[in-house]
């Protein structure tokens, strides 16, 4: 029915029976887990992964399986499992991040040359995907250099997951006068109008096929707007269904730019 997406279909050996896995996946679940205390909207998350671990590990100690059938099922035990570990990492990071329970390493740092370096190691490593980037050059900001990267490999990763293969993905880097703005585009599946206001919510994700087709958690979002706050900044996105995605991160640049300028230049 439509609260529910069917996530597997088994035929069981010698007919007999059918195992169906199914997520529930209605918007108003959505919004009425932002009002649930997250122990509960936890269990609710892992059960789907650990009711599908249950249901094909029985079948492979019940049922004589060829083995190819056995590789099947124990390939989907395997990926559930990475599905679960990655829920409770993320789920302990948002609510350390969200209870302020974090501490933050403040460095000076260049923001262009962590941008050049991930997408230059993307490129490298995703191979499906086109990264180009544009910025206005060497820029300071003082943060926690390894939960920026963690941002900027959020939203790059999404703009990958949520794109088709082969094509482009731009990244851009502003300096302007008290801040800087890095805007990271996709030409990729987009954003329905309606769905905007609640994408950094926790648990939110986009109810169409093509985004559920792609395994997330609906948390990434939530940890990248705790980390970029947190620094006093803002991340905004800009949508359209079909054309692609553009997500904005600002974050405030040093002050004595300036004055280092010159030296930074000088010791690159
Ligand atoms: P997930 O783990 O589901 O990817 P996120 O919090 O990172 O979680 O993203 C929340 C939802 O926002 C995703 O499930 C997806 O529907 C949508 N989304 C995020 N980034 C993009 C993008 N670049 N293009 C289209 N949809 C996106």
Request: charged content about 25%; overall charge negative.
């Amino acid at each position: 029915d439509d609260r529910h997406v069917r996530l597997y279909t088994e035929f069981l050996p010698d007919r007999q029976g059918i195992l169906f896995v199914f997520r529930e996946r209605t918007i108003e679940v959505n919004h009425a887990k932002k009002e649930q205390n997250f122990i509960s909207v936890l269990s609710h998350e892992l059960r789907t992964p650990l009711a599908s671990i249950e249901g094909f590990s029985e079948l492979m100690l019940h049922r004589t399986l060829s083995p190819s059938k056995q590789r099947k099922y124990l390939e989907t035990v395997r990926s559930e499992t990475q599905r679960l570990s990655q829920l409770l990492t993320e789920f302990l990071d948002y609510q350390r991040l969200s209870h302020q329970k974090e501490s933050y390493h403040l460095v000076s740092f260049c923001i262009e040359r962590m941008l050049i370096e991930l997408t230059e190691w993307l490129n490298v490593s995703t191979s499906t995907h086109h990264l180009q980037i544009q910025t206005d050059g060497p820029c300071l900001i003082t943060a926690d250099q390894e939960k920026i990267r963690r941002v900027l490999l959020n939203i790059l990763n999404n703009a990958i997951k949520y794109s088709p293969v082969d094509s482009n993905i731009q990244v851009s880097l502003a300096c302007c006068e008290s801040e800087i703005v890095i805007t990271i585009s996709d030409d990729g599946y987009g954003i329905p109008t309606q769905d905007l206001p609640y994408l950094f919510d926790p648990y939110y994700r986009v109810e169409q096929a093509d985004h559920l087709q792609v395994q997330g958690t609906g948390l990434g979002l939530p940890i990248c707007k705790e980390i970029i706050e947190a620094h006093g900044g803002r991340i905004t996105v800009h949508s359209e269904i079909g054309k692609g995605s553009d997500f904005f991160i600002r974050l405030p640049r040093d002050e004595e730019w300036n004055t280092t300028n010159n030296m930074y230049k000088n010791s690159m």
